[in-house]
T-cell receptor, first 115, second 112 residues
Framework: DAGVIQSPRHEVTEMGQEVTLRCKPI?????LFWYRQTMMRGLELLIY????????DSGMPEDRFSAKMPNASFSTLKIQPSEPRDSAVYFC?????????????FGQGTRLTVV | GESVGLHLPTLSVQEGDNSIINCAYS??????FIWYKQESGKGPQFIID?????DKRQGQRVTVLLNKTVKHLSLQIAATQPGDSAVYFC???????????FGKGTMLLVSP
């Protein structure tokens, strides 16, 4: 398996533009997690899905952020409109069981810069 | 091992030394812990895990120690190599929950 695949690897966009980050989890994994990483706040969980259903989105910072998982092999994280403070590295991770019972495998991340 | 503000705690060692990275976790009810390694430009990578019914677990060149009394976790790396240079995160899971809470990380720098 190629692991968790994220695209794009880098994204530079202007403030106010819509940004869509994409993730393909490892085949067969039931859980998918979206994290944001900054120097100030470290790794923060934004939202996670179980069997394509959003379970906890309490980490999503604002209504500007939304995430979907239309099927077991694809998820998106959308920011609309984007702001400079959204600049961060966004990671997608998947696991076979929840993270309390199984390790999560992370993608390479998408480095987002909003100017 | 927890960071304050913008700067990660950094541990600098010589190649061949043993390294110990520490982590104070937050919730006494957490019962599953993982150490992740993150190299520059990459996502976190699983190293080793431990459950709360254990106080020590060994892997290849790595050992994790858990002290529940003081809510302390440590990662020991034997014969540290330049390839071990990375940021190391501890993460905890609260029983019944499906997610991990990550610490801020410690940077390990290994010089030849």
């Amino acid at each position: 398996d190629a692991g968790v695949i994220q695209s794009p690897r880098h994204e530079v966009t202007e403030m106010g533009q819509e940004v869509t980050l994409r993730c393909k989890p490892i085949s067969g994994h039931d859980y998918l997690f979206w994290y944001r990483q900054t120097m100030m706040r470290g790794l923060e969980l934004l939202i996670y899905f179980n069997n394509n259903v959003p379970i906890d989105d309490s980490g999503m910072p604002e209504d500007r952020f939304s995430a979907k998982m239309p099927n077991a092999s694809f998820s998106t994280l959308k920011i609309q409109p984007s702001e400079p403070r959204d600049s961060a590295v966004y990671f997608c991770a998947s696991s076979l069981a929840g993270q309390g019972r199984d390790e999560a495998f992370f993608g390479q991340g998408t480095r987002l810069t909003v100017v | 091992g927890e960071s304050v503000g913008l700067h990660l705690p950094t541990l600098s060692v010589q190649e061949g030394d043993n390294s110990i990275i520490n982590c104070a976790y937050s919730n006494s009810a957490s019962d599953y812990f993982i150490w992740y390694k993150q190299e520059s430009g990459k996502g976190p990578q699983f190293i080793i895990d431990i459950r709360s019914n254990m106080d020590k677990r060994q892997g290849q060149r790595v050992t994790v120690l858990l002290n529940k009394t003081v809510k302390h976790l440590s990662l020991q790396i034997a014969a540290t190599q330049p390839g071990d240079s990375a940021v190391y995160f501890c993460a905890e899971n609260l029983s019944g929950y499906s997610t991990l809470t990550f610490g801020k990380g410690t940077m390990l720098l290994v010089s030849p």
